[in-house]
């Protein structure tokens, strides 16, 4: 089975400017979330979407949003970008029932100039 | 959220077996008991869970105090691919992680 799969790998974007990255989940997973990990603040849960509805978010202001489709794969957007949004976003797929294990993809290194 | 203590950083040569320690004192009684380790450059890997019984996989074992309180990740015997950081995160959720800063494990050859 082939395993998570978030690209860009890299991305180097100016403040202002708005980003948009993609994760593909594992085949029959329906469950994708999203979290962003720092060296000051750790990893944080952004969202999670479940069968195309935002099930859960995280503490992240609106310029955060996200997105799934049909075929559970997902988007996530910033916006009006700015330099603390630099960090590393990890996209992680599960079937989606509670307590089971998340499956991370290598994330998109996102760094805003 | 229930609030974790982990040690900041622990060593270990290769081939030895490694426990790290998780405090949970304020664990609810839904949470399960979930570690991931994070190698360097990769996305967190899941490692073991468990409720209240000791728990094994073929990666680690997994032992709870009676109390639920705290647990202690049991790597058998460490090799230089488990150099990496572990998180202990109380868990009930549904993908909802909350990482701690967890602990650095060094794997000297």
């Known amino acids: 089975?082939?395993?998570?799969?978030?690209?860009?790998?890299?991305?180097?974007?100016?403040?202002?400017?708005?980003?948009?990255?993609?994760?593909?989940?594992?085949?029959?997973?329906?469950?994708?979330?999203?979290?962003q990990q720092t060296p000051g603040q750790g990893l944080q849960?952004?969202?999670?979407?479940?069968?195309?509805?935002?099930?859960?978010?995280?503490?992240?202001?609106?310029?955060?949003?996200?997105?799934?489709?049909?075929?559970?794969?997902?988007?996530?957007?910033?916006?009006?970008?700015?330099?603390?949004?630099?960090?590393?976003?990890?996209?992680?797929?599960?079937?989606?029932v509670a307590n089971e294990k998340l499956f991370f993809g290598s994330g998109t290194q996102l760094s805003v100039l | 959220d229930a609030k974790t203590t982990?040690?900041?950083?622990?060593?270990?040569?290769?081939?030895?077996?490694?426990?790290l320690p998780c405090n949970h004192s304020t664990i609810s009684g839904t949470d399960y008991i979930h570690w991931y380790r994070q190698l360097p450059s990769q996305g967190p890997e899941y490692v073991i869970h468990g409720l209240t019984s000791n728990v094994n996989n073929r990666m680690a074992s997994l032992a709870i105090a009676e109390d639920r309180k705290s647990s202690t990740l049991i790597l058998h015997r460490a090799t230089l691919r488990d150099a990496a950081v572990y998180y202990c995160i109380p868990y009930s959720g549904y993908s909802t992680l909350t990482f701690g800063k967890g602990t650095m494990l060094l794997v000297s050859p």
């Open chain 1, 1 to 35: 089975k082939a395993g998570v799969t978030q690209t860009p790998r890299y991305l180097i974007k100016t403040r202002g400017q708005q980003v948009t990255l993609s994760c593909s989940p594992i085949s029959g997973h329906r469950s994708v979330s999203w979290y």
């Open chain 1, 45 to 96: 849960f952004l969202f999670e979407y479940f069968s195309e509805t935002q099930r859960n978010k995280g503490n992240f202001p609106g310029r955060f949003s996200g997105r799934q489709f049909s075929n559970s794969r997902s988007e996530m957007n910033v916006s009006t970008l700015e330099l603390g949004d630099s960090a590393l976003y990890l996209c992680a797929s599960s079937a989606g």
């Open chain 2, 6 to 19: 982990q040690p900041n950083s622990m060593e270990s040569n290769e081939e030895e077996p490694v426990h």
